[in-house]
């Protein structure tokens, strides 16, 4: 193989390299920003005081 075939093949790989890991990236943010919006929906769903009084009338 030649030096400019060699180069072309490295450039190639370099990229679809870079390119994988821009994408794990992207995936790992939205997978850690879907993690904070579950955990503030979770606080969000409890009611610390629900079920510790009931109001009855006779």
Request: avoid cysteine.
């Amino acid at each position: 193989m030649d030096i400019a075939g060699l180069s072309t093949a490295m450039s190639t790989a370099s990229v679809s390299n870079d390119v994988g890991v821009a994408v794990l990236k992207k995936s790992l943010d939205t997978l850690d920003t879907t993690g904070d919006n579950m955990v503030k929906m979770m606080e969000a769903s409890v009611t610390p005081n629900l079920g510790q009084n009931i109001d009855y009338s006779i």
